[in-house]
């Protein structure tokens, strides 16, 4: 009914093309960003460019917030120290940071791996010690029983017991993450689909801004729908 309304509306005149393009206007778009690309580079370029600073922040921080989230939960110590810190932090838009990273780490990759990696350890971290906390203490008390060692109890007890709350904040991680990569190419990057919405956007190239709006959309959808899928493999045993 949207599509439908949106088609009817534009040839009757009723919706201005300025706000939002006719169907026939994103169609074009699209053809000629596919097949010729955007400011010299080609619409691959574009898109494996942001998946790969995508990617490779996300898996930093899923490899740094896995075990600060695991010591945490297990650590009441570690925790009194570190979540003061986390929860004063968390809450601040990482698009604030951007000064601050241009100014210590320049304008290349890394500063934009580094937004989007941060993003993703908060959301790791976070799910990960909820989901420690919640390991029930007979399983604890049942592995220190037989003998475990405390690398063997947090490798076959806490980590395992812990993966559906682990597997939440790698779906949310991994969202925001595609979302902060609109942020990140803000640093100077001249690839992308964050660059292409902005530089879209700063000369009102419309349409263009409506189709690096949905291409993230639609990846973003099939990025959650690849999680999903390893979930059920992973945690097969859940719910039976």
């Not at 960003?33 to 790969?52: C, D, K, P, W």
């Not at 991680?173 to 902005?198: C, F, K, P």
Request: hydrophobic content about 55%.
């Amino acid at each position: 009914m949207l599509l439908l309304g949106w088609v009817v509306g534009s040839q009757l005149g009723w919706i201005d093309p300025f706000v939002l393009p006719t169907p026939g206007q994103l169609g074009a778009s699209l053809w000629k960003f596919v097949t010729q690309g955007y400011e010299n580079h080609s619409f691959l370029a574009h898109v494996l460019a942001s998946l790969f600073r995508t990617s490779t922040g996300f898996a930093i921080g899923v490899l740094a917030g896995v075990p600060v989230g695991l010591l945490m939960g297990y650590f009441p110590s570690v925790n009194a120290v570190l979540s003061p810190l986390f929860a004063f932090i968390r809450p601040i838009p990482v698009i604030a940071f951007i000064p601050l990273v241009i100014l210590y780490f320049g304008i290349g990759e890394f500063s934009k791996i580094l937004l989007i990696s941060v993003t993703a350890f908060w959301y790791i971290v976070l799910n990960t010690a909820n989901g420690v906390r919640s390991v029930p203490a007979l399983f604890v008390q049942a592995a220190e029983n037989l003998g475990l060692s405390r690398g063997q109890l947090f490798r076959h007890v806490m980590l395992p017991a812990s993966m559906p709350f682990i597997m939440v904040g790698l779906k949310t991680a991994a969202a925001l993450s595609w979302a902060v990569v609109v942020a990140a190419e803000l640093i100077a990057a001249q690839r992308g689909l964050g660059h292409v919405i902005m530089d879209a956007g700063t000369f009102f190239n419309i349409p263009m801004v409506y189709i690096g709006i949905g291409l993230i959309g639609i990846i973003g959808l099939g990025l959650e729908r690849a999680l999903t899928y390893m979930e059920t493999r992973l945690l097969h045993w859940q719910g039976k």
